[in-house]
């Protein structure tokens, strides 16, 4: 089949066409850093990219639900810790009321001491983080203990996701966390006043009892949020990796070799240098032949 002027015109100008889409492509990769900036540049790594991005920010969220946690629970932590030094010091009360030496009168400014920690661990089981009580379940919104120490809370458990299939409660309900099991903080307080103001010496030697019961309640409770503390510390630094190597992963996907690219750029250039100059040389015969 004989090559015509036009057949030579086509075939130089798909030439062109493919060296500028090239030098487009690859000018738009070194602009954008990215080797994949649409779907048709590479299906299978811009799946593989939407995969590792979504991942990461789940990742991101479940370190931002762990922050959240760790806060919420070294607060809490912090108030069980003045609840066991408070009833150390009820207790302290409690010995010297106990002894025969102390009169009656004696015992009267030990129960105005002691009536003041019970009001001081009211209001620390009412405490507050931000404007949720977080001793009252999930009623964040109402105290957890009347002037009456009533509880005014329920037995709900806040959780939050700390991973895809785990989660943790970040919260002790008052009723919990201020009862040694048979009795509440502020009973075994109240009770004890009681029997130092009506100088009940037995009455006082038995609520040494109660009150040690309390102390290692209390106790027991720090335990336990200390092991929450340490979970979400060892969980964090395992989504830190995870997401460390999610983010290579997912550059190693996307992210363009810029070297690489400046390289093939230049030769892109010449090629088309290259192209244009046979161009000139073969349509200007092709001219003169079609002239003559």
Request: aromatic share 6%; glycine share 6%.
């Amino acid at each position: 089949m004989r090559t015509t002027p036009f057949m030579i015109y086509n075939q130089l100008t798909r030439e062109l066409q493919k060296n500028f889409s090239e030098m487009a492509r690859l000018q738009e990769r070194l602009s954008s850093g990215k080797k994949i900036n649409r779907p048709s540049d590479d299906a299978t790594g811009m799946a593989r990219s939407i995969d590792y991005k979504l991942t990461i920010n789940a990742g991101e969220q479940y370190k931002r639900n762990i922050d959240e946690a760790n806060n919420y629970l070294s607060f809490t932590d912090s108030i069980m810790a003045s609840v066991t030094d408070s009833l150390k010091r009820a207790k302290e009360l409690a010995l010297q009321g106990a002894t025969g030496t102390v009169d009656a009168a004696s015992r009267l400014p030990l129960s105005k001491e002691v009536g003041q920690i019970r009001d001081h661990l009211l209001s620390l089981a009412n405490s507050r983080l931000g404007n949720r009580y977080v001793f009252s379940g999930f009623k964040t919104g109402t105290a957890a203990f009347s002037s009456t120490f009533t509880y005014n809370g329920d037995s709900g458990g806040i959780e939050v996701a700390i991973d895809k299939n785990a989660k943790i409660a970040i919260n002790i309900p008052g009723d919990d966390a201020f009862s040694n099991g048979v009795a509440t903080f502020f009973n075994v307080l109240d009770t004890l006043k009681t029997d130092l103001e009506n100088n009940n010496v037995s009455g006082v030697q038995s609520a040494i009892t109660s009150i040690d019961d309390s102390i290692s309640s209390a106790v027991n409770k720090r335990a336990e949020i200390g092991s929450k503390l340490s979970r979400l510390d060892d969980q964090r630094k395992r989504l830190d990796s995870s997401n460390y190597n999610m983010k290579i992963a997912l550059s190693n996907t996307q992210d363009a070799d810029i070297a690489e690219t400046i390289g093939e750029l230049s030769k892109t250039e010449i090629a088309l240098q290259s192209l244009r100059e046979s161009s000139s040389r073969i349509l200007s015969q092709s001219l003169l032949d079609f002239l003559r």
